[in-house]
């Protein structure tokens, strides 16, 4: 069963629900999109029964999961979907695989009046719950965290404008260590059993200590193979503590001298804005047949022959100063590549971003990454 929402759905995500006939949420986003295609449209009474009969059930975007709350709210998997979405109690949650990792839950009312000269820095401010345009903080100083504040406080001002303070000033804050390390992001679903399956490994590639962006993150061979044994201890142990069965998730975790800490799980859905597809354009695994069939890659014979190559996916974000007439040179960008394997061309003003790229590059050809991972890409606006 899928659930497709904005903002965005790829072509290779709709053909394959055209060739494959699942069943897909009838919605005015998802009948727009289909944009001549015939998908297995079902209305909501039919999606709900599919979910409480057993089927698997994939979602496109985290806006689809207010349907999730609204038609199996009683379920073990909205409960799974809930502790997810709340940071604060997904490290409740796995606290004892977490030992010593500074967590603490701060109402917003509290936050101004909170004392931290004498925490370890550098810390992490952070809504537990995404609210509205609340953001996230990296505290390393008392400066720092006096302007966090200050930003947080405006924030909470406007939304109060728009809502009642009562539901404003419940809202709950999550100071959390920072995490340092190595960065990555997996593609798992947890099977019939609980054992874990993974799809991909991407590695987060950054320019400088300083960067935040997610510009670059890439796999090959060596990413997949480093990594799958250590990350499917950690997910066997994370489940020992959630309880998931037959569920997909997106994790961000990082790796510092051995120990992997989670930053957060993406609940019923894959890396976002369908960029999930890179699996399956570098390695031939299709990531949503996989889990709604409860497929097993064979990474043994799929990284055969994939030596020396790393296949990335770059985030064209729009510049902070965008002009409005400005438009992206797109043939100049695929033509600093050794290799397209898909460029995806966002033409909306309510997407922060150009679009996507997909490439295949070998060590010879590595400068490519390094010069698009520094780029502001002002160099191909016209």
């Known amino acids: 069963m899928i659930l497709l929402d904005r903002p965005y759905v790829s072509d290779h995500l709709l053909d394959y629900l055209a060739a494959s006939g699942q069943a897909v949420l009838s919605t005015p986003f998802t009948r727009a999109k289909a944009a001549g295609r015939v998908l297995n449209l079902v209305d909501d009474a039919e999606a709900e029964r599919r979910c409480r009969a057993g089927e698997r059930l994939y979602t496109s975007s985290e806006n689809a999961l207010d349907w999730v709350q609204a038609h199996l709210g009683d379920l073990p998997l909205a409960r799974h979907v809930a502790v997810m979405k709340d940071k604060a109690a997904l490290r409740r949650t ?8 500074l967590f603490r839950e701060v109402p917003a009312a509290e936050l101004a009046g909170l004392d931290v000269t004498d925490w370890p820095k550098p810390f992490v401010l952070k809504p537990s719950v995404g609210f509205f345009s609340l953001g996230v903080h990296t505290v390393a100083s008392m400066e720092d965290w006096h302007a966090a504040v200050s930003a947080v406080e405006k924030s909470l001002h406007e939304q109060r404008q728009a809502f009642p303070a009562s539901v404003v000033d419940q809202s709950t804050f999550l100071i959390e260590a920072y995490i340092q390390g190595d960065e990555f992001a997996v593609d798992v679903y947890f099977d019939g059993q609980g054992e874990p ?13 300083s960067d935040v962006s997610d510009r670059l993150y890439y796999t090959s061979k060596d990413v997949i193979e480093q990594n799958k044994p250590r990350f499917e201890a950690f997910f066997r142990q994370a489940n020992a503590l959630m309880g998931v069965r037959d569920f997909p998730a997106h994790v ?17 859905r894959f890396a976002g804005l369908c960029t999930t597809d890179l699996a399956d354009l570098a390695y031939g695994i299709n990531t949503i047949d996989f889990y709604l069939n409860d497929r097993r890659p064979d990474f043994d014979t799929v990284l055969r022959g994939r030596e020396g190559k790393t296949y990335s996916m770059i985030i064209l974000d729009k510049p902070a100063s965008l002009p409005p007439s400005a438009r992206f040179d797109y043939d100049a960008l695929a033509a600093r590549f050794q290799r397209v394997l898909e460029l995806r061309r966002l033409d909306s003003p309510d997407l922060p971003v150009f679009g996507f790229l997909f490439t295949e590059t070998d060590a010879s050809h590595a400068g490519q990454l390094d010069a698009i991972l520094r780029s502001d890409l002002t160099e191909f606006l016209r």
């Open 252 to 268: 961000e975790l990082r790796v510092q001298d051995g120990r992997i800490l989670p930053i957060e799980f993406n609940a019923l």
């Open 94 to 101: 796995l606290a004892p695989i977490c030992p010593g990792f």
């Open 197 to 209: 399956v993974i799809l991909n490994i991407f590695a987060h590639r950054f320019a400088s200590l």
